[in-house]
């Protein structure tokens, strides 16, 4: 496990931000997956204050989601909404750099434009850099424990909460997998136990899809604060 231990979650984000940063100052658009949940929020209100507001070159940064549920932006559950409300708002940014999955269409029709627009735009289907989230039973993106496919050749899934049933449209373990980089960004000591897990066995014998899913032919990487990290050896 490819671990990077910050003191708090603000050092860790600071750090997803200056390296957004470096991304934004490559000549040519840079595609990169934010994750949902709670987690990513402090990132998104970091980079909406100087120095990232004025210092990243927005226009290169293509920005898609690894999944999000299906309701519209100003549900507090919108995955997009949330970025749309703490950072899009306050920056610069055309909308065709803004590759939102619509959770207010029909599941099964934004599946398939979902799955157009990632053929169309992104380079062999290949991110630069994917950052996931990771829930205290071991999903990432909405790919859950004991119902994901790992094998599913296409590149984006309908998928559906294993308690609330609600939808969601998720990129498949395959497509994450292209990626040139992925990082996992997990903090707060809710989620100790189950990196400690992840730490000390073998991927192939658990069931959670962050523990399996890795760059095939890239960097994985973790990116956690002390208190997510305090059982790691
Ligand atoms: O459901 C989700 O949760 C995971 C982790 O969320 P968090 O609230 O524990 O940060 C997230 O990666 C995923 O994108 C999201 O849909």
Redesign the pocket.
């Known amino acids: 496990m490819n671990t990077l231990i910050f003191p708090t979650a603000q050092n860790a984000v600071e750090k997803i931000a200056q390296e957004l940063q470096l991304y934004s100052r490559q000549n040519r658009a840079v595609h990169i997956s ?8 402090l990132l998104f209100k970091t980079l909406a204050q100087a120095p990232y507001i004025t210092g990243i070159n927005w226009a290169n940064l293509h920005f898609w ?5 299906m309701v519209p932006p100003h549900d507090p559950e919108s ?1 997009y909404g949330e970025v749309q409300k703490l950072l899009f708002d306050h920056i610069q940014i055309s909308t065709e750099n803004i590759h939102r999955i619509r959770g207010e269409d029909d599941v099964e029709q934004e599946l398939a434009r979902f799955s157009q627009e990632l053929t169309a735009c992104v380079p062999n289907q290949q991110f630069d850099w994917i950052i ?5 039973d071991g ?4 790919l859950f424990p004991h119902q994901t496919d790992f094998a599913d050749p296409n590149l984006a899934v309908i998928a559906k ?1 294993p308690e609330s049933g609600q939808l ?1 449209i ?1 990129k498949t373990a395959k497509l994450l997998e292209q990626a040139k980089r992925i990082t996992y ?4 000591s ?2 100790a136990d189950i990196l400690r897990e992840i730490q000390t066995t073998s991927a192939e014998n658990l069931p959670y899809p ?1 523990a399996k899913i890795k760059a095939k032919n890239g960097i994985t990487e973790w990116y956690l604060d002390k208190d997510a990290a305090k059982l790691l050896d």
């Open positions: 934010l994750s949902g949940g709670s987690t990513p929020k989601w690894g999944d999000d549920r995955n996931l989230g990771m829930g205290t999903h990432t993106a909405s909460h969601r998720s960004l997990v903090t707060g809710s989620k962050a």
